[in-house]
Structure formats: structure tokens, C-alpha cells
């Protein structure tokens, strides 16, 4: 399982693919045909937050996080670190569930990746970590696949985060953190495979907090 060795670097914020113009309307285009989008849309009894794209077949963790998250950007004053944790354990919760995937193409957690790495992180997972799901779910079915269970994150303030490490474009507002998870156990599968361990970047962009950077 090549594609799911611990030892890799992901860094989604070096290459540009496109203007953010054309990018935010494909990044519409894809939500829109992902999930229904719209301010009244809603997923497993959840309600849109105005903020982050509502979760496709979410399990009840990911449920319990959008709430959290809801409730946060809902407060007189955010708490900005809290809110970056929030995002870190979404996108995990997310991206490392496969038992709510229909396929290869179906890559979770992206409304947590800034928009100048969506498009270079949904190709890299599509040719990497889930490049095999599409054959897992028609040999075990998607119900006997991976699911998180529980997440761990360790968050610090980080120095200022450089976009394309030229100081070109710098946030000087960006925190780190460290996280672990936990996957259900699994008779079909052995989850000790399956990355459980990562570090990542978060900043405000565009008004935003999501994930800038992800060390594996």
C-alpha cells in the first residue's frame, strides 16, 4: 500500500493552478455537484453555518463537529485557535472516513483546504491515499471500510505563514497543530495501514480559517 505510507509531505500551498477567479467558480461548480449547496441545504439534520460547505452523509462525529463549529462562528468573539482546532479535526473526521464514500472521486474533507491548494490536494488524494477506494468499496463494500472514531489535537500559535516561501504573501495570523486519530475497529481491514498521525497549518484566508499546510 504504497500510497498510504506515513512518511510523506504534502504541501498545498506552492503551485497556483489557476486565477482565483476560475477557481472559485469551479470550487462552486464542484460543492454544488458534490452537495446540493445552498443556504438551505441540509445533511444529516444539520444547518448550513454560512461558513463551511455542510458534510455529505456525515457520521456522528463529523455531526457533533459541524455543531461545534456552528457554534463557535457563532460567538461574540471567536476564539480563532479553538476555531483552527475545529477546522483540523473536521477535515480529519472527513477525509480519513471512508464508510460515507461512493468512490475514488469522492474526496472529503476539502472544504477545510485553502483555496490556492483545493484543486493540487483533490488530485493528490485522488492519485494517492484515494486512488484504491473505488476497488475497496466494490471487494469489502463501503459500510466494512475506514471511519475515524476519535481525534487528538495539540494546537500552538505558529509564525507567520508564507504562501509561496518567497515572502511574497505572508499571514501573520497562523497556528499549528498536531494531531492523532483513532479509526472504528474493523474486521475487513487492518486500520494500523492507515495514517493516524499528522501536522498542520491553519490560516485566515479570505476570511477563512482552513488548512494551509499538511506534514504527514
Known sequence: MDNLIKNKRTTLAIVAIVTLISLSAILYLVISNISGFSGDDTSGGLSYNNVYQLPVNPTDLQKGLYKDLTSELNNDTVDHMKLSELVVRSFIADYFTWTNKVGTYDVGG?????????????????????????????????QNLIEVDSIDVTMYYANPFDMYGDGTDMYEEAYYAEATWTYKENAELDTSEFLNHAYFTIIEYSGVFQIAEILY
Open 110 to 142: 476539502l472544504p477545510y483546504i485553502c483555496g490556492e491548494g483545493y484543486l493540487t490536494f483533490d488530485y493528490q488524494s485522488r492519485t494517492g491515499f484515494y486512488e484504491p477506494l473505488s476497488a475497496y468499496i466494490s471487494k469489502y463494500g463501503a
